[in-house]
């Protein structure tokens, strides 16, 4: 599904983005030196004329007369699983190629230097470890490939993707899906080691960091500006954050559909969630949960080799030919009856959710809480009880209501829903917010 998200930023209107420059300050060394950087493999190079063409045939400007090169690098680096164990974990790193012809360019017309800021992009879920950012985004028109065009050829940022744990260097460790300690601590090391790599080679980052993420990302986001304004609030000059359509609330979001009467949307997500906790959790007892006979099979869907509709087939809903398990059957085909008879707001499971919400806290950076209206798998309602949440501690944040007339149709029979469809949209307003704060439009 995210890969169907990213591809339809080629659907984005040219309004959407228009950029004048990159850093509103000089290149001030206020960033973090990560001793947790184990190493640096470059993996892509593209021209400023490769990536032009980019630009105008994946719709994202079309009338576009200039674009950045960039280089990708697969960056390796340590972080610590939810054990707290030591794993190498990668990801890649978008660094724009600036000719000195630009830099004394832009110092005359901006009476500075020019410096490149900083965007944290946290992916939605994924399912299959070729999907993870360091396999694909030298694939043209994956979903890696066309973010990088968006943020760093159009939009002239620097952009750090960690591939999470349990896909790229990590792939034997399991994802914890939905879970706020790594989710946060991964991706606040891929910045670490990312700084450093930039710092050690030159590279004119000027200290400002963003942080974007869309679905699975969006709560990772979320997670991730907690943690830094909590911990690291010395070591990142974090400018603004803009969570996309992620499930902030998880409790309420595990009640609502454990206790629904209703078809399951997608249930690989469902699932995915349900090895993750039991996985975590030595409270949570998979074989008391899962409405599927064996265990240790169910384990290995979720080991980066199947696709989410794959899964749903092989958990019994879907045939992979006509239908591909989407909206056809109810949460006792993923579940056991008992499991979901004695659910209850202080049980084992809902309370393990509760700990992983990511919206009760106070922000003291900018946020955007970027969703779609008719959402059904992720819906509006986690936007809005974060929104109203941070409006109590008067902090400085805004939600963007998205639409569903604005979008473009779906057409894809694999991805029949409107969170996969907001994807595009979303994207084009985080990256245009930044670049207003970027660039002192917006204060």
């Given at each position: 599904?995210?890969?169907?998200?990213?591809?339809?930023?080629?659907?984005?209107?040219?309004?959407?983005?228009?950029?004048?420059?990159?850093?509103?300050?000089?290149?001030?060394?206020?960033?973090?030196?990560?001793?947790?950087?184990?190493?640096?493999?470059?993996?892509?190079?593209?021209?400023?004329?490769?990536?032009?063409?980019?630009?105008?045939?994946?719709?994202?400007?079309?009338?576009?007369?200039?674009?950045?090169?960039?280089?990708?690098?697969?960056?390796?680096?340590?972080?610590?699983?939810?054990?707290?164990?030591?794993?190498?974990?990668?990801?890649?790193?978008?660094?724009?190629?600036?000719?000195?012809?630009?830099?004394?360019?832009?110092?005359?017309?901006?009476?500075?230097?020019?410096?490149?800021?900083?965007?944290?992009?946290?992916?939605?879920?994924?399912?299959?470890?070729?999907?993870?950012?360091?396999?694909?985004?030298?694939?043209?028109?994956?979903?890696?490939?066309?973010?990088?065009?968006?943020?760093?050829?159009?939009?002239?940022?620097?952009?750090?993707?960690?591939?999470?744990?349990?896909?790229?260097?990590?792939?034997?460790?399991?994802?914890?899906?939905?879970?706020?300690?790594?989710?946060?601590?991964?991706?606040?090391?891929?910045?670490?080691?990312?700084?450093?790599?930039?710092?050690?080679?030159?590279?004119?980052?000027?200290?400002?960091?963003?942080?974007?993420?869309?679905?699975?990302?969006?709560?990772?986001?979320?997670?991730?500006?907690?943690?830094?304004?909590?911990?690291y609030s010395s070591d990142f000059?974090?400018?603004?954050?803009?969570?996309?359509?992620?499930?902030?609330?998880?409790?309420?979001?595990?009640?609502?559909?454990?206790?629904?009467?209703?078809?399951?949307?997608?249930?690989?997500?469902?699932?995915?969630?349900?090895?993750?906790?039991?996985?975590?959790?030595?409270?949570?007892?998979?074989?008391?949960?899962?409405?599927?006979?064996?265990?240790?099979?169910?384990?290995?869907?979720?080991?980066?080799?199947?696709?989410?509709?794959?899964?749903?087939?092989?958990?019994?809903?879907?045939?992979?030919?006509?239908?591909?398990?989407?909206?056809?059957?109810?949460?006792?085909?993923?579940?056991?009856?008992?499991?979901?008879?004695?659910?209850?707001?202080?049980?084992?499971?809902?309370?393990r959710l509760s700990q992983n919400?990511?919206?009760?806290?106070?922000?003291?950076?900018?946020?955007?809480?970027?969703?779609?209206?008719?959402?059904?798998?992720?819906?509006?309602?986690?936007?809005?009880?974060?929104?109203?949440?941070?409006?109590?501690?008067?902090?400085?944040?805004?939600?963007?209501?998205?639409?569903?007339?604005?979008?473009?149709?779906?057409?894809?029979?694999?991805?029949?829903?409107?969170?996969?469809?907001?994807?595009?949209?979303?994207?084009?307003?985080?990256?245009?917010?930044?670049?207003?704060?970027?660039?002192?439009?917006?204060?």
């Open positions: 599904m995210f890969k169907k998200i990213i591809l339809d930023i080629i659907k984005i209107s040219t309004a959407v983005l228009i950029f004048t420059g990159c850093g509103d300050i000089s290149n001030t060394g206020e960033n973090t030196v990560g001793n947790n950087f184990v190493k640096a493999l470059e993996i892509d190079d593209k021209d400023a004329a490769t990536n032009l063409g980019f630009v105008r045939a994946f719709g994202i400007d079309a009338n576009a007369t200039t674009a950045f090169g960039y280089k990708v690098y697969k960056i390796n680096y340590k972080t610590k699983d939810e054990f707290d164990a030591e794993v190498e974990a990668s990801g890649a790193l978008v660094v724009p190629t600036i000719t000195q012809a630009f830099l004394d360019a832009y110092k005359q017309a901006y009476k500075k230097d020019f410096s490149i800021s900083l965007i944290a992009e946290n992916h939605g879920t994924i399912f299959e470890n070729k999907e993870a950012p360091t396999n694909e985004i030298n694939t043209t028109a994956s979903s890696s490939h066309v973010l990088a065009v968006l943020m760093t050829a159009k939009a002239g940022f620097a952009v750090a993707m960690p591939d999470y744990l349990g896909y790229g260097a990590s792939n034997d460790n399991y994802h914890p899906y939905i879970l706020k300690k790594s989710s946060a601590k991964v991706s606040i090391d891929m910045l670490r080691a990312s700084t450093k790599f930039m710092i050690d080679n030159g590279i004119l980052f000027n200290g400002q960091v963003y942080i974007s993420g869309y679905s699975e990302g969006g709560y990772v986001a979320m997670a991730m500006a907690q943690e830094i304004e909590k911990n000059k974090l400018k603004g954050v803009a969570p996309m359509a992620g499930p902030y609330d998880v409790s309420s979001l595990g009640k609502k559909e454990i206790k629904s009467t209703s078809n399951m949307q997608y249930p690989a997500f469902l699932a995915y969630l349900t090895n993750s906790y039991t996985k975590t959790y030595d409270d949570l007892d998979l074989s008391e949960t899962i409405n599927y006979p064996d265990i240790s099979t169910y384990r290995t869907f979720f080991d980066g080799n199947l696709s989410g509709p794959a899964i749903n087939v092989s958990l019994g809903m879907g045939d992979g030919n006509t239908t591909f398990g989407f909206q056809s059957h109810t949460p006792d085909a993923l579940w056991k009856q008992t499991f979901i008879d004695s659910y209850t707001d202080d049980g084992k499971f809902a309370t919400n990511v919206y009760d806290w106070s922000p003291k950076t900018k946020i955007n809480l970027i969703h779609c209206i008719d959402d059904e798998i992720i819906p509006i309602s986690m936007a809005q009880t974060a929104y109203d949440k941070f409006v109590e501690y008067k902090a400085d944040v805004n939600i963007t209501k998205i639409p569903t007339a604005t979008l473009s149709q779906q057409v894809d029979p694999g991805h029949p829903f409107v969170h996969a469809n907001c994807g595009s949209t979303a994207y084009g307003v985080a990256v245009t917010w930044f670049d207003d704060i970027r660039q002192g439009r917006i204060k």
